[in-house]
Structure formats: C-alpha cells, structure tokens
C-alpha cells in the first residue's frame, strides 16, 4: 500500500552497523527488491511531496503511472 500515511512494510533482518554500512544501499542485504543497480548509492530524489534514495522504489512507481 502506497498511500501516504500507511504502515511501512518491514524488512527483515537486522539493521546494519552504523560504524560499517555496507556499501551502496545501506539496506541492500536485506532488501527482497535489491538488485546490482543497489551496490551503489542511489541519487537522492525528491517529488510529489516525498524524498527517496531507493531505485526499486522509482522503479514501482513510474510503472503505476
């Protein structure tokens, strides 16, 4: 669910260090969406009243356009 103001989905695992991110998308190992595209860190983007960093989200919602 996409709506603004809905309950995030959880990803499982634990988060990583914040003293040894990982490299790319910090959230990468634990993403079921994550792809090679994800070993770097995405560019900062920012519309429709929210910013994101994450490419499988961009990706998601230009296809529901």
Same mark, same amino acid.
């Given at each position: 669910?996409?709506?603004?103001?809905?309950?995030?989905? /959880?990803?499982?695992?634990?988060?990583?260090?914040?003293? !040894?991110?990982?490299s790319? *998308?910090?959230? &990468?190992?634990? *993403?079921?969406?994550?792809?090679? %595209? *994800? &070993?770097a860190?995405?560019?900062?983007?920012?519309?429709?009243?929210?910013t994101l960093? *994450?490419?499988? %989200?961009r !990706?998601s919602?230009? /296809?529901?356009?």
């Amino acid at each position: 669910n996409n709506e603004r103001g809905s309950r995030l989905k /959880q990803i499982p695992g634990m988060t990583p260090s914040l003293i !040894h991110l990982p490299s790319g *998308c910090p959230f &990468r190992e634990r *993403c079921d969406r994550a792809t090679d %595209a *994800c &070993r770097a860190v995405p560019p900062l983007q920012t519309g429709e009243g929210r910013t994101l960093r *994450c490419l499988a %989200a961009r !990706h998601s919602r230009a /296809q529901s356009t």
